[in-house]
């Protein structure tokens, strides 16, 4: 008897869908991170667009036209282009409102980052108390900048303020630092000078850290002493750290109202009226706000805080390429 043999007549299983799961897998898999992605970045966007992209936008359109109080309330100010900035360049006080901005902003970094610096420097070789002193250099950033203002203003007082009663006791006569347009520049650097302390110590202290320690060692095994160890290692490894402290310092100080409103108010007869006093005292200060121009001045301000950014990044680029 022969058993005959039934062919088998069922369909080949195709290969093709098998190889294909995995990619779909993939593809799955590379679709959901990809929404994960935008569901961490959403906060993040909502966040520039409320608070940084629509305040700029608003910035823009206040100073392309005439607002007034009536007309920011009832929505209907006149377009008037370009002229608000015309006005403000050809102001009489454009000229020495600027003047006065790159001397406080010139002023007022030279010496936040030079004595930054060297107390970055000091505090880098550790030392009984060293922790307790770094921490009372934070005071003036834990001061609100009205109490900071406002003891200053009291300090520098002509009349009673303990910087003139210590000077008298060295022979040395009485000073109106807030009075006098000689002096009342030098009063708010100052004023500035100790606020700006804290920001340059500590981020110059942290790049000190990233420093190796071996590189002070081989060089003093060479025979370079403090001052040359500074020079050669310490100043240049830290050029990075200090371009971007200097630009952060840049943008603060450009913007510095408090300090300035509460000591001086812009003046006397303008001398310490800077563009962010005068955009702000056009806009609060007079009790008739001037909305559209104060927005121009404004609005000039970041355009100096953005050339000087880009400047940073070309620098960092150039840089980073050699």
């Known amino acids: 008897m022969t058993i005959k043999t039934v062919p088998d007549t069922r369909p080949e299983r195709d290969a093709a869908p098998v190889a294909e799961l995995p990619r779909k897998r993939r593809r799955a898999g590379l679709n959901g991170s990809r929404w994960a992605a935008a569901g961490f970045a959403a906060p993040l966007v909502v966040y520039l667009l409320a608070f940084y ?54 002023g007022s970094l030279i ?34 900048l009205i109490v900071s203002g ?40 100052i ?11 500590v981020i110059l202290y942290s790049g000190l850290q990233s420093i190796p320690e071996d590189v002070y060692e081989a060089a003093s095994l060479d025979g370079a ?14 050029r990075p750290v200090s371009a ?20 001086t108010s812009g003046g006397p007869a303008n001398s310490t009226t800077t563009l962010a006093i005068w955009s702000y005292r056009e806009a609060f200060g007079t009790g008739q706000p001037d909305l559209s121009p104060a927005a121009a001045v404004g609005n000039i301000l970041i355009i100096i805080a953005l050339i000087f950014g880009f400047i940073y990044l070309k620098m960092q680029r150039r840089q980073e390429n050699s």
């Open 53 to 106: 992209a629509y305040p700029l936008i608003r910035s823009i359109d206040l100073s392309v036209h005439d607002y007034t109080v009536r007309a920011f309330v009832q929505g209907n100010a006149e377009f008037v282009g370009l002229q608000n900035y015309i006005d403000v360049v050809t102001s009489p006080l454009f000229g020495q409102a600027l003047g006065n901005t790159v001397v406080f902003v010139v």
């Open 111 to 144: 010496f936040q980052y030079a004595i930054g610096l060297a107390l970055a420097v000091f505090f880098r070789n550790s030392f009984r108390l060293s922790g307790i002193l770094r921490a009372l250099f934070l005071v003036p950033w834990l001061l609100p």
């Open 150 to 189: 406002s003891t200053w203003a009291w300090m520098l007082n002509s009349d009673n303020g303990i910087v003139n009663s210590f000077l008298q006791a060295f022979g040395i006569g009485q000073i109106n630092w807030l009075t006098s347009p000689d002096t009342s520049m030098i009063a708010v650097i």
């Open 191 to 201: 004023a500035n000078i100790w606020l700006g302390i804290p920001f340059n110590l």
């Open 225 to 238: 002493g403090a001052w040359r160890q500074f020079w050669s290692i310490t100043f240049p490894l830290l």
């Open 244 to 263: 971007i402290t200097l630009l952060l310092g840049l943008v603060y100080t450009l913007k510095v109202v408090d300090i300035i409103w509460v000591m």
